[in-house]
Structure formats: structure tokens, C-alpha cells
């Protein structure tokens, strides 16, 4: 298993940028293929992104794919997440979230989760 602390949320303007962390404890974190969530008030959760094992290869949401970019870091048991170009929709909790196995394409399966971090962008 694995837990996951994220930090990073915070009050931008429109137009701004964040980058959001997630640390992971335990010997096993390139075991999981990592991806970004979030949920608006009202809504559902929201896939965004989803990166592989090694970090090797992306899987990213339309809504975000020239605005924001996954990494990681093995080494440091992190995966972050860098927004640019914010808007106010996308005013949200950010959660993080581990799947263990290979496809970084397979949406289902993120067993484990942070706590959320939470992002508001004014106009």
C-alpha cells in the first residue's frame, strides 16, 4: 500500500500558476502508475492526468493538455503537478492518487488517494 500527502493548493489570479506535490511514503512508489484528480463543488470527480511507472509516458484530460504537466520522481517518492494558464473553472479539490500496475491509459483502479488540496483562481 501506499499514502499519499499532497500539498501546493492555494489563492492564484486568473492567468496564474501552481505546482502541486504529492509525497508518497513507503519503498514501493514506482510500483504505481500516478494521477491527478479534482471535484468541484456539485460535480463529480474529474480525471486530469495520469503518468506511468517511470515516468516515460502521459495520459492527459482535454481540458488540461496545453495548460498543465505531470512529472515524477522516484527518488523522492513525489509526483507533482505544474498549472499554468489558470482559470477560475478550474476552482477545485486536487487529489492525487496511486493504481498499481502498468497502464498509465486505464482510468479505473486508483485505489488510493490523498486528502486533497484545495485550488481557488479569481477573476
Known amino acids: 500500500q501506499v499514502q499519499l500527502v499532497e500539498s501546493g493548493g492555494g489563492l492564484v489570479q486568473a492567468g496564474g500558476s501552481l505546482r502541486l506535490s504529492c509525497a508518497a511514503s513507503g519503498r514501493t512508489f514506482s510500483s504505481y502508475v500516478m494521477g491527478w484528480f479534482r471535484q468541484a463543488p456539485g460535480k463529480e470527480r474529474e480525471f486530469l492526468v495520469a503518468i506511468s511507472r517511470s515516468g516515460g509516458a502521459t495520459y492527459y484530460a482535454d481540458s488540461v493538455k496545453r495548460r498543465f504537466t505531470i512529472s515524477r520522481d522516484n527518488a523522492k517518492n513525489a509526483v507533482y503537478l505544474q498549472m499554468n494558464s489558470l482559470k477560475p473553472e478550474d476552482t477545485a479539490v486536487y487529489y492525487c492518487?496511486?493504481?498499481?500496475?502498468?497502464?498509465?491509459?486505464?482510468?479505473?483502479?486508483?485505489?488510493?488517494w490523498g486528502q486533497g488540496t484545495q485550488v481557488t483562481v479569481s477573476s
Open positions: 492518487a496511486a493504481r498499481y500496475g502498468p497502464n498509465v491509459y486505464n482510468l479505473s483502479g486508483y485505489d488510493y
